[in-house]
C-alpha cells in the first residue's frame, strides 16, 4: 500500500508523539509508525519529572489537562550526605522556577489518547520500518503492518526511536560522530503504591552507594538504589531493596518510609552519549535517538521535550513560510542545549554517585564539594539553575554553539 504525508515520524515515545501533536495543531499532516503494542509503549515506566519548558510545550500541543489536575509542582529538592539532609531552594535560588512531578508514562498515556481521540494516523506495531532517499529527492519508509508492506512518501523523517532505532543506524557511519561515556553501575528502581518518605525528592550520596526517593503521587512512591551492572533482579527482594534504601538515605528519611510490595521493579543502565550531526539530509534525529544522559539530573525526558519543540518550530516554519533557515539550524541548536544538559548530567551523577575505582582521595573530593554546596547559596544556585533546565538563551548564546565539528 501506497501513502503521502508531509513528516513521517519513526517511533511513539514522549518524541516522536509530542512532535505529531505539535506539528498537528499547526496544520501539519504527519504520521506515526511504532515498533511495540500500544500496551507496551503505555506500560514502560521511566521518567518523573518535567521542566517548565516541557509543561509548556504539552500545554501548547493541549495535553496538559491532567497533567496540571494531578501534576505536583516542586519547588525544591533534597540532597543527603551520609545520611545528613539539606534541602536546594530551586524556586527561591531561580527566581521563581520549578518541575513538576508527573510520569513519563502519564504523559505518554495524555498523548496517546489526543491523537487517538481525533483519529491520528498513529500505527501501533509497525514492523521492519526502514528509510529510503534520506539525500534524494523522494525521501520515503517502507514498514509493514497489519501483514501488508506498506510504503509512506514525505517531504521529511523526523527520527524519534530511542538509542536503538533504525534512524540514526540509517545514517552514513562516517557522516555520524559518537561520544559516549558508560557507567560502572546500574539504577535498580521500584515503584510500590506506598506514601512517598518526603514532599519532595532526595538525592543521596552515602558511603554505600547512591540512593533516589522520588514519587508518582501522594501514595505512589517511586525509589532508586546505584547497583553493580552484575546484579540481578532476583538478587533483590524488596525487604533487601528497602533495608538498602533506608541506610542509604539516612535515618531521618528512613523514619518517614513507608514499605510495601514492588508493583514494578527493574535494573536500568547508565550512559552519556551524544551523536553529533542530528541531521542527515531529510532525516532530523530527535530525543533518545541522539542523546542519552544518566538519570541522575532529570534531563532525558525533558532534553527530548527541548528538541522537539525546536524541530516543530522549524518545520511549522518550512511549511507556512518556505524558509529551510531553522531546519537548516536545528542540528546545531538542539545539540547547544544537549551538551549542556549532558555536562550537568555527567556532573551531577559523579558528585553522588560510588564509583568501583573510587579510592579516599576521591570520596574526600566528593564529600568536600558537597559540604560545599550544602554551606554555598551561590552553589547551590548553580545546582538549581541546571535542575530545573537551563534558559534557551545559554545555549543559543554566541559562541555557545559548537561548531560544527570539522573531521581532522
Ligand atoms: P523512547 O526510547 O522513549 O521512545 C522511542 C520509541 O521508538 C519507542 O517506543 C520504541 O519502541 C520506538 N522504536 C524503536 N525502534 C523503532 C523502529 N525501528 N521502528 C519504529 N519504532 C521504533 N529520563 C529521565 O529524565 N528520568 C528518568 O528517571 C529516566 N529513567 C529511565 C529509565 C529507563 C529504563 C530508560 C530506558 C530511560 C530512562 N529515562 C529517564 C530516559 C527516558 O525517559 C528517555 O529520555 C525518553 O524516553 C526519551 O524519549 P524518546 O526520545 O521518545 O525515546
Ligand atoms: C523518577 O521519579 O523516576 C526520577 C526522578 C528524578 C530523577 C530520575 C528519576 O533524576
Redesign the pocket.
Known amino acids: 500500500m501506497r501513502d503521502r504525508t508531509q513528516v513521517a515520524i519513526?517511533?511513539?515515545?514522549?518524541?516522536?508523539l509530542l512532535l505529531s501533536q505539535l506539528l498537528h495543531r499547526a496544520g501539519v499532516d504527519c504520521v506515526v509508525?511504532?515498533?511495540?503494542s500500544q500496551s507496551y509503549?503505555e506500560g514502560r515506566i521511566?521518567?518523573?519529572?518535567l521542566e517548565q519548558g516541557t509543561v509548556e510545550l504539552l500545554e501548547r500541543a493541549g495535553v496538559a489537562d491532567r497533567l496540571h489536575r494531578e501534576g505536583l509542582p516542586h519547588h525544591g529538592f533534597r540532597m543527603a550526605l551520609d545520611g545528613e539532609l539539606f534541602r536546594i531552594d530551586m524556586h527561591g535560588l531561580t527566581g521563581g522556577s520549578s518541575v513538576t512531578v508527573y510520569g513519563?508514562t502519564e504523559v505518554t498515556q495524555d498523548l496517546i489518547q489526543a491523537h487517538q481521540s481525533r483519529g491520528a494516523p498513529l500505527h501501533f506495531e509497525?514492523e521492519d520500518?526502514a528509510l529510503h532517499e534520506l539525500e534524494g529527492g523522494r525521501p520515503h519508509v517502507t514498514y509493514r503492518h497489519g501483514g501488508a508492506e506498506h510504503r509512506l512518501d514525505c517531504d521529511y523523517v523526523a527520527g524519534?526511536?530511542?538509542?536503538?532505532?533504525?534512524s540514526r543506524a540509517s545514517m552514513p557511519a562516517d557522516l555520524l560522530r559518537v561520544f559516549e561515556r558508560v557507567y560502572p553501575f546500574g539504577w535498580l528502581g521500584i515503584l510500590a503504591d506506598v506514601p512517598p518518605c518526603d514532599d519532595e525528592l532526595i538525592y543521596s550520596n552515602h558511603h554505600r552507594g547512591f540512593a533516589l526517593a522520588s514519587m508518582r503521587s501522594p501514595t505512589r512512591s517511586r525509589y532508586y538504589v546505584q547497583v553493580p551492572l552484575t546484579e540481578k533482579l532476583e538478587d533483590w527482594p524488596d525487604e533487601r531493596l528497602w533495608d538498602e534504601l533506608a541506610l542509604r538515605l539516612g535515618p531521618e528519611a528512613a523514619a518517614r518510609m513507608t514499605r510495601g510490595p514492588a508493583i514494578e521493579k527493574?535494573i536500568?543502565p547508565l550512559r552519556s552519549f551524544v551523536a553529533e550531526p542530528m541531521r542527515h539530509g531529510r532525516l532530523f534525529l530527535?530525543?533518545?535517538?541522539a542523546h542519552i544522559v544518566p538519570?541522575t539530573g532529570?534531563?532525558?525526558?525533558?532534553?527530548?521535550a527541548a528538541d522537539v519543540g525546536l524541530l516543530a518550530e522549524a518545520l511549522t516554519a518550512r511549511y507556512r513560510s518556505g524558509t529551510v533557515a531553522e531546519l537548516d539550524l536545528y542540528s546545531q541548536r538542539a545539540l547547544a542545549r544537549v551538551w549542556m544538559a549532558e555536562r550537568f548530567s555527567w556532573w551531577f551523577t559523579g558528585l553522588t554517585h560510588r564509583f568501583p575505582e573510587m579510592d579516599d582521595f576521591a570520596r574526600r573530593m566528593q564529600v568536600a564539594e558537597l559540604s560545599y554546596i550544602r554551606a554555598s547559596a551561590r552553589a547551590q544556585a548553580v545546582v538549581a539553575e541546571n535542575y530545573v533546565g537551563l534558559p534557551r538563551a545559554y545555549a543559543l548564546g554566541a559562541g555557545i554553539a559548537p561548531r560544527p565539528v570539522v573531521a581532522a
Open positions: 519513526i517511533g511513539a515515545g514522549p518524541a516522536g509508525l511504532e515498533r511495540k509503549v521511566r521518567a518523573g519529572v513519563q509497525a520500518v524519534c526511536d530511542g538509542y536503538h532505532g533504525v527493574s536500568a530527535a530525543g533518545d535517538a538519570p532529570a534531563k532525558g525526558l525533558n532534553l527530548a
